[in-house]
C-alpha cells in the first residue's frame, strides 16, 4: 500500500512550475507584491491629484469675492420748490437703492449717506439703511433724498421745453463678506450716479449709475 505522504503533493501558486529552485519561486512573489504596491501608490496620488484638482476649482468659483454694487434703480420727486429769481430750491426726492451681491455668501453692510453734488458743492442727501443681502441676491433700500440750496447760480441747459441740471448723487458703503465659515472679508464699495433734474417739468431724467 502507499505511502499517504508520497500521493500528496506539495501546494503551488498558479503559474509556478514545479521543477523552479524555491529562491525563483520567492523571487517571483516579491516582484508581484512590488508591482501591486507601486500600483497602489500611483492610484492613491491620481486621487489626491485630482481631489485637488476639484478643490481649487470650487475654491476659485465659490470661495472668490467680488465688489457688490450700489445703484440707484429710481428716482422721483416727491415736493418741489423752485424760485427763479432767488435760484432757492428746495426739492424732496424718493430713491430705490439697490445691492447686487454677486457672491456665494451674504454681504453684511452699515449706514451709509448718499450726498447730492451739483458741481463740487454738496445740496442734499440722505441715508441708505444697513442691512445684509443674501448670496447671489439683490436688496432694495428706500431712501429719501432732500435737496437745500439758496442762491445757487444753476447753469441749466435744453430746449425750449427743458431746462435740465445735472446733479450727481454718490454713496461710499462698507460691509462683510462672508463666505460660510470660510471666507470673512471687509469689501467697500461706491456708487456715482449721474442725474438730469429737469426745473421745468419737475422730475428727473436720464439716470445712469457707474
Do not use: W
Not at 29 to 35: E, G, I
Not at 54 to 67: D, E, P, T
Not at 165 to 180: C, F, P, Q, W
Amino acid at each position: 500500500m502507499a505511502d499517504p505522504e508520497s500521493q500528496m503533493s506539495p501546494f503551488r501558486p498558479a503559474g509556478v512550475r514545479s521543477d523552479e529552485p524555491p529562491s525563483t519561486i520567492a523571487g517571483k512573489f516579491n516582484k508581484q507584491k512590488h508591482q501591486e504596491s507601486s500600483k497602489f501608490l500611483v492610484y492613491v496620488l491620481a486621487t489626491v491629484v485630482f481631489l485637488g484638482t476639484i478643490f481649487l476649482i470650487i475654491a476659485s468659483v465659490f470661495l472668490r469675492v467680488n465688489n457688490p454694487k450700489l445703484r440707484l434703480s429710481s428716482v422721483s420727486i416727491q415736493t418741489f420748490q423752485y424760485d427763479q429769481n432767488s435760484t432757492s430750491l428746495n426739492i424732496t426726492m424718493f430713491a430705490e437703492a439697490t445691492v447686487d451681491n454677486e457672491n456665494f455668501g451674504r454681504y453684511v453692510f452699515e449706514n451709509c449717506i448718499a450726498v447730492v453734488l451739483y458741481g463740487n458743492s454738496t445740496i442734499g442727501g440722505g441715508e441708505i439703511s444697513g442691512g445684509r443681502v443674501g448670496s447671489r441676491k439683490i436688496k432694495s433700500i428706500d431712501v429719501v433724498m432732500r435737496l437745500r440750496s439758496d442762491n445757487l447760480n444753476f447753469s441749466s441747459g435744453g430746449d425750449d421745453s427743458h431746462e435740465l441740471v445735472e446733479i450727481r448723487s454718490y454713496a461710499k458703503m462698507t460691509g462683510r463678506v462672508h463666505v460660510l465659515t470660510i471666507v470673512d472679508r471687509r469689501k467697500t464699495i461706491e456708487m456715482n450716479c449721474t442725474m438730469n433734474l429737469d426745473l421745468r417739468s419737475r422730475s428727473i431724467m436720464h439716470s445712469l449709475c457707474r
